[in-house]
Structures are given as C-alpha cells and as structure tokens.
C-alpha cells in the first residue's frame, strides 16, 4: 500500500528557532498533502493543503507565515514553523493523496512528529 | 507496506449494527485508536484503547485485544450520516501513529 514518512519523526527546539518537518510519499505521487496538528486524544485539526507547486491554502486561524508549507515536488512538502514557541508544541501529522489510486479520495497518513519547544 | 490491515469497504443497512475490524502486528504498542473521517474533511476521533476489552461511547464502540493484535469498530443503530471512512491507528513504540488505509462504510436506506 502507499506510504506516507515524515522526518524528523520527534524534535526537541528552543523558543525562537525555526524547525522543519519533512513530508513524502514514498511510492507513489501526491499533488496534494495535507498538514494536520493533533492534541492529545482529540481531532486532527487540518492546518493547511498543499499543492505542488502553487502556494498552499490554509485554515482560517492558521499563521501563513508562522508555518510555511512547500510543495516542491510531486512526493516531498515540507512544513516549516518559524520562530517556535512552547505553544506550537504539538504533534503534527501529513497526509498524501495517491494521483494513480482507486479511490483518489482516500488520504495516506504519515507517522506524525513530535514537536516540543522549550 | 504497513503491518496494520483492516477491510477497504463495506456496505451496510441503516438502523443495523456493523463491524470493521482491524489488526496489527507490532513488537511495542501504546494504544489503538479509531478516526471518523467524511469526505474532504480532517478526521474526527472517535476512541483510544490502551487496555484490553469493549469501550462504549454511546452508538459507538470499540474493543481490544492485545494478545490477538485485533481491535474493532462497533457501529449500532446506523444512520445515513455514518457513511464515511473508518481509520485506524495503533501507536508504537516510538509514539508514532501508523494507520490503516482506511474502511470506507456505505449505509443504505
């Protein structure tokens, strides 16, 4: 089935600096990832949708230039968070859509990565 | 390919009971969690087993069973607005989530 990795899979980081998460698909083509933030137990809160090669579209409430999304190729988005601080400490997870799939609704999930500024 | 299964889709009558299995295999494990998610939107969460046995939560449950790597959705009294995609997820040791493609559920009138 269609694998979806993140790297680094858990980051520690200090207040002020900038962390970024990496987002591919490993066998298979996605135009569109998906970034989603998850707390404990609860929902995955969709962040942003990721386009190759077009500018991302993000949820309302979501900081454009906190968390910068970049879809440069067909199987790698990155989502960047800026100038971290101990709120942004969460776990973040994306998703791919597989172009070729039978279903081309149906999303790949990565493994997630935890991220804890201090 | 991931070592987490669970059936691609099934078909069920509204005001029936239906349930989608899922298993797994894994040497470190924190917790299986079950997703509700419809169709262009995020998925909603819908329980976490850590301990073995039946957890209800009003028409939904969900069971455990660690020694068997076998944990199932239980879906009772279906409406129409249950038709969606039915994720599982096991943590491992790691705390990483690995997911299940998905269970896609059609409930017919």
């Known amino acids: 089935g269609a694998v979806v990795s993140q790297h680094p899979s858990r980051v520690i980081c200090k207040s002020g600096t900038s962390v970024k998460i990496e987002c591919r698909s490993l066998d298979f083509q996605a135009t569109t990832m998906f970034w989603y933030r998850q707390f404990p137990k609860k929902s995955l809160m969709l962040m942003a949708t990721?386009?190759?090669?077009?500018?991302?579209?993000?949820e309302q409430g979501v900081e454009k230039d906190k968390f910068l999304i970049n879809h440069a190729s067909l199987t790698l988005s990155t989502l960047t968070v800026t100038s971290a601080h101990p709120e942004d400490s969460s776990f973040y997870i994306c998703?791919?859509?597989?172009?070729?799939?039978?279903?081309?609704?149906?999303?790949?999930f990565g493994p997630g990565t935890r991220l804890l500024v201090l | 390919g991931q070592n987490i299964d669970q059936p691609t889709e099934m078909t069920a009558t509204e005001g029936a009971i239906v349930q989608i299995n899922c298993t797994y295999q894994?040497?470190?494990?924190?917790?299986l969690f079950w997703y509700q998610q419809h169709a262009g939107e995020a998925p909603t969460f819908l329980s976490y087993?850590?301990l073995d046995g039946l957890e209800e939560k009003g028409r939904f449950s969900s069971f455990l069973s660690r020694s068997k790597g076998y944990s199932y959705l239980l879906l009772k009294e279906l409406q129409m607005k249950d038709s969606a995609s039915y994720l599982c997820a096991y943590m491992d040791s790691n705390y990483q989530l690995i997911w299940g493609a998905g269970t896609k559920l059609i409930i017919k009138p």
């Open positions: 894994t040497s470190g494990f924190n917790g």
């Open positions: 087993n850590v």
């Open positions: 998703s791919a859509r597989d172009l070729a799939g039978v279903d081309l609704e149906t999303q790949y």
């Open positions: 990721s386009n190759e090669g077009s500018k991302a579209t993000y």
